[in-house]
């Protein structure tokens, strides 16, 4: 019971909180700067995963202790493939974001004395749409037979029994690894640039740096 009311916590507050981020960053009299851009794309993958817990979460109010009579017409069901497609499009989007802020404020930090190689909106769109086709795409691959959502309860891609099942997990796998390799990287290398006495910036992209940093490493430790 504790932990069916953490989970309807947890969800509902994903839910109605990157509601709240959504509406402040997108009616917020301040411009859209690449930062925020970016921090929108994060608050509605966060909400697509609160969306695939609400679904689950529903599910078990409904069946209660009685899963085993509906366990195969829910995981052969609309409803189980609709949760597997939130959960692998929210994840991969927000590793795919959170990779992305972690570039940019790099960028912006390695490059800060340049203005004339700043990174423009129309830059992190294009850089963003790249991400929403490829994780739209590796989330209707097991809808496609590639691998399948109807293998556990929780409807992830937990498919092994063909090679090219295998292959999906390995690959989304290893997707996930790179990309947390590039963060610690990226972090690393901003942490040394602005140790360094040379190093010549205004405070206000290492102030948003060391804001990302807290956001991010939170945000993988929930994944």
């Not at 078990?60 to 939130?86: K, M, V």
């Not at 590793?95 to 992190?124: C, G, N, Q, S």
């Not at 937990?158 to 292959?167: G, K, L, S, Y």
């Not at 963060?183 to 040379?198: D, G, M, S």
Request: aromatic fraction near 14%; include cysteine; hydrophobic fraction near 50%.
């Amino acid at each position: 019971q504790f932990l069916r009311i953490v989970v309807w916590f947890v969800n509902l507050l994903a839910i109605v909180g990157n509601i709240f981020v959504l509406f402040i960053l997108l009616t917020s009299h301040y411009k859209l700067t690449v930062p925020r851009f970016l921090m929108c794309n994060l608050a509605f993958a966060d909400f697509c995963m609160g969306l695939y817990l609400l679904l689950i979460a529903s599910v078990d109010l409904y069946t209660r202790s009685e899963y085993y009579n509906h366990a195969i017409e829910w995981q052969t069901g609309p409803g189980c493939n609709t949760a597997g497609f939130f959960t692998v499009f929210a994840s991969e989007l927000s590793v795919y974001t959170l990779t992305v802020i972690t570039l940019e404020r790099w960028y912006a930090i390695t490059f800060a004395m340049r203005p004339d190689r700043k990174i423009r909106l129309r830059h992190a769109v294009l850089v963003m749409l790249a991400g929403w086709l490829s994780c739209t795409l590796l989330a209707l691959l097991p809808l496609l037979g590639v691998s399948s959502y109807s293998k556990v309860s929780i409807c992830l891609p937990m498919d092994t029994e063909t090679p090219v099942a295998e292959a999906y997990i390995v690959f989304v796998l290893v997707c996930n690894i790179i990309a947390f390799v590039i963060i610690c990287a990226c972090y690393i290398k901003i942490y040394v640039t602005v140790r360094n006495p040379q190093y010549k910036s205004g405070d206000k992209d290492t102030k948003i740096a060391k804001r990302m940093a807290v956001l991010i490493f939170t945000d993988f430790l929930c994944m």
